[in-house]
């Protein structure tokens, strides 16, 4: 029996798709918490990030990435072990429904929720708003002019 045949199969598909989001969303919140507060934590509060130059933080930026990455690889698999109470009623297969391997949900949430990875971003964002915003003074500062001016006499 094909899944469009029967609306019962179509309706515990969608329920299957609900339950593994719904463990998809715990899981991406609570593993980025403790992320977070464990893992990250030296990363985020102790580290000066006045000091930190922009290649640095988009080192961290990706060391952060590469750990959620991580964790949602393991998390995903976690998933898929825990079983759907309606496995196997009228045929429905648990394991073809291509949710449950995806874990593309797990992801953006540690993604979305970790407030490392949003702080990180955020530092990184305004020392590039300094950058551009210093060199757009400096072309029209009078002291850049003369600066050209010396060094076309010379």
Not at 10 to 28: A, C, E, K, P, Q
Request: charged letters at 20%; a negative charge; glycine letters at 4%.
């Amino acid at each position: 029996m094909k899944l469009d045949d029967d609306p019962k199969l179509i309706f515990i598909r969608l329920i299957s798709i609900l339950y593994v989001t719904m463990f998809y969303v715990i899981f991406g919140i609570v593993l980025s918490y403790f992320l977070d507060e464990y893992g990250f934590h030296d990363l985020y509060l102790n580290n000066n990030d006045s000091s930190d130059s922009i290649p640095q933080l988009i080192f961290e930026i990706g060391l952060v990435v590469g750990i959620i990455s991580c964790f949602a690889f393991f998390g995903r698999h976690i998933v898929q072990l825990i079983p759907f109470p309606l496995d196997s009623i009228m045929g429905f297969d648990y394991e073809t429904t291509r949710e449950v391997a995806a874990g593309a949900v797990l992801f953006v949430f540690m993604f979305n929720f970790s407030s490392t990875l949003a702080h990180k971003f955020s530092v990184l964002k305004s020392r590039l708003n300094e950058i551009k915003t210093k060199h757009k003074y400096d072309i029209n500062d009078i002291s850049y002019f003369t600066v050209l001016e010396k060094n076309n006499s010379a």
